[in-house]
Nanobody, 121 residues
Framework: QVHLVESGGGWVQAGGSLSLSCAASGSGFRIKAMGWFRQAPGKRRELVATVTSVGSTNFADSVKGRFTISRDNAKNTTYLQMNSLKPEDTAVYYC???????????????WGQGTQVTVSS
């Protein structure tokens, strides 16, 4: 069993920055990919960013150039740094982890509980 514990998030004015972190704990697991999804009220879930165990990253077009994702394999932790935030970034952000890969059309093995990010205009 794997638990993903998220921290960070909160409220910020447009143009500001926030950071999220997600730590995986448990036993007997192998995590190859970690990432972040988000979901705003009334909208479909969106894959925001992913990072593999070797550091390969991918980003949604909507956040490219503003968000960065990193990972500490020794700590099984991933970080999402969000800069130049916009009101449309407002959503609940969910950490995800998988033994193979994270993709928009694939349900990850593990989910975090979600953390709210609110960007005011």
């Amino acid at each position: 069993q794997v638990h993903l514990v998220e921290s960070g998030g909160g409220w910020v004015q447009a143009g500001g920055s926030l950071s999220l972190s997600c730590a995986a704990s448990g036993s007997g697991f192998r995590i190859k990919a970690m990432g972040w999804f988000r979901q705003a009220p009334g909208k479909r879930r969106e894959l925001v960013a992913t990072v593999t165990s070797v550091g390969s990253t991918n980003f949604a077009d909507s956040v490219k150039g503003r968000f960065t994702i990193s990972r500490d394999n020794a700590k099984n932790t991933t970080y999402l740094q969000m800069n130049s935030l916009k009101p449309e970034d407002t959503a609940v952000y969910y950490c995800a982890a998988d033994s193979e890969l994270i993709a928009d059309n694939r349900t990850p093995d593990y989910w975090g509980q979600g953390t709210q990010v609110t960007v005011s205009s």
